[in-house]
Structures are given as structure tokens and as C-alpha cells.
């Protein structure tokens, strides 16, 4: 699962990169219908899905780190860092907003509504859906290839090179 979380990171910088620097250039007056386009946009692709689980994944850490201060509390560090965690559920929607204003910088008004239009429709709501499953797919089956074709170039390589009385 690290391989393909590491492996989607690495898709979605190479295709950020791809986008080249003229998509990034195009700085844009962000106004709040733009961001509330945004918004729509990133909640239709269910984007900030995968960001839900932050918060209790922060409680987590932030009891293991203070149980391992002091062991003998970790009943009153547990429910002190629960509650806490809980007070700060209303700040997940902070998240949301700073992403949608990424997309915003990234993105104009009209291209925004087309993404929620689209990602609101059945093929739409089906790439959001499974998407993530598919890009997993199809990175695994990049890998395979990658291994498959790597070994046959070192095989052959290595053959082309002992023809020419080199041995490796």
C-alpha cells in the first residue's frame, strides 16, 4: 500500500509537472464565487475524501507521543487528547478552503463549474469514485511492466555486450 500511496504522489507531481510552468504563471484574482466554484469543483471529485482521515490520524500521534511521556496516564491522555481532537472537527472545513483556493489559483471561474458538471455527472461520479482504485491499478501494472522490461533490457544488454567479449 506504501508503494502505491509513494507511486500516486509520483503520478501527481509528474503530471503537475507536465502541466509546465505556463499553467502555474497565470496569476488570477481569486474572488469568492471563484472559490465557492472551487469548493463545489473539489467536493464533486471527492478530492478532500482522502483528507478525513487527518484529523483522528493526528489524535493517534498525538497520543502516542505524550503515552510515551507518560505511560502512567494513558487513560487521562487519551480522553484529554480526544476531547481536544473533537474541538477542532469545525477546522476540517479550514482544509477544504485552502484547497479550494489552490484549485481557484489553478483553474478559472468557468473551468471550475465544468469540473463540478462533469464530476457531478454519472461517468463523472464513477471516476470519482473508483478513480483512486484505478490509478492504483494501473500503477501496479506499470511497475510489472517496468520490472518485466527492465530485466529483459539487462538480459539482452548484457547479451549484446558478451558478443563483443565482454563479461559481466
Known amino acids: 500500500m506504501t508503494f502505491i500511496r509513494k507511486s500516486i504522489g509520483a503520478a501527481v507531481l509528474a503530471a503537475g509537472l507536465a502541466m509546465g510552468s505556463a499553467g502555474f504563471a497565470q ?3 481569486v474572488t469568492d464565487s471563484h472559490v465557492a466554484a472551487a469548493l463545489d469543483a473539489v467536493h464533486a471529485a471527492k478530492t ?3 483528507f478525513d482521515n487527518l484529523l483522528p490520524l493526528l489524535s493517534q500521534q498525538t497520543q502516542n507521543k505524550l503515552i510515551r511521556l507518560r505511560p502512567d496516564q494513558h487513560q487521562a491522555i ?3 487528547v480526544d476531547a481536544q481532537a473533537l474541538e477542532l ?5 479550514d482544509l477544504d478552503n485552502d484547497v479550494a483556493r489552490i ?3 489553478h483553474f478559472t471561474e468557468d473551468e471550475l463549474k465544468a469540473i463540478a458538471e462533469f464530476y457531478k455527472s454519472p461517468a463523472g461520479s464513477k471516476l470519482a469514485e473508483i478513480g483512486p482504485k484505478v ?3 494501473t500503477l501496479q501494472s506499470v511497475k510489472g511492466w517496468s520490472d518485466r522490461v527492465g530485466e ?3 538480459e539482452k544488454s548484457r547479451e549484446g555486450l558478451k558478443k ?3 563479461d559481466l
Open 152 to 154: 529483459e533490457l539487462f
Open 135 to 137: 490509478v492504483g491499478e
Open 78 to 80: 487519551a480522553e484529554v
Open 27 to 29: 496569476a488570477q484574482e
Open 164 to 166: 563483443k567479449g565482454i
Open 103 to 105: 484549485w481557484a489559483k
Open 48 to 50: 478532500s475524501r482522502g
Open 89 to 93: 472537527v469545525a477546522r476540517r472545513k
